[in-house]
Nanobody
Framework: QVKLVESGGGSVQSGGSLRLSCEAS????????MGWVRQAPGKEREGVAA???????TVADSAEGRFTISQDNAKTTLYLQMSSLQVEDTGMYYC??????????????????????WSQGTQVTVSS
């Protein structure tokens, strides 16, 4: 059973900031590709950001310069710092994970968008 617990979502005005957290202590010490995906009503799931087991990160073009993905040193918590939020960022945000060996050097927003979602997610609502 995969256990991931997101928090930190909320309602903000356009231009605001939020920091999402994902508790992932179950995977401490394991080499994994982790990321954040979002799902908006009527839209396809979108990979927002990814972090590989070596710490390398990538973000989607739509989030470039605004979102930052990171982990704590123990790799038990995944973060997504979001700034300059736009109405288009509204959606349910999920953290996702897969063993690093399954993706190799292809840990990217496009890749994590296809990972299975195991958790409840956290809602982000941005108003104009």
């Amino acid at each position: 059973q995969v256990k991931l617990v997101e928090s930190g979502g909320g309602s903000v005005q356009s231009g605001g900031s939020l920091r999402l957290s994902c508790e992932a202590s179950q995977f401490a010490g394991k080499r994994a590709c982790m990321g954040w995906v979002r799902q908006a009503p009527g839209k396809e799931r979108e990979g927002v950001a990814a972090i590989n087991s070596d710490g390398s990160t990538t973000v989607a073009d739509s989030a470039e310069g605004r979102f930052t993905i990171s982990q704590d040193n123990a790799k038990t918590t995944l973060y997504l710092q979001m700034s300059s939020l736009q109405v288009e960022d509204t959606g349910m945000y999920y953290c996702v994970i897969a063993p690093a060996v399954t993706v190799g050097d292809r840990c990217s927003p496009g890749t994590v968008a296809r990972f299975r979602v195991w958790s409840q997610g956290t809602q982000v609502t941005v108003s104009s």
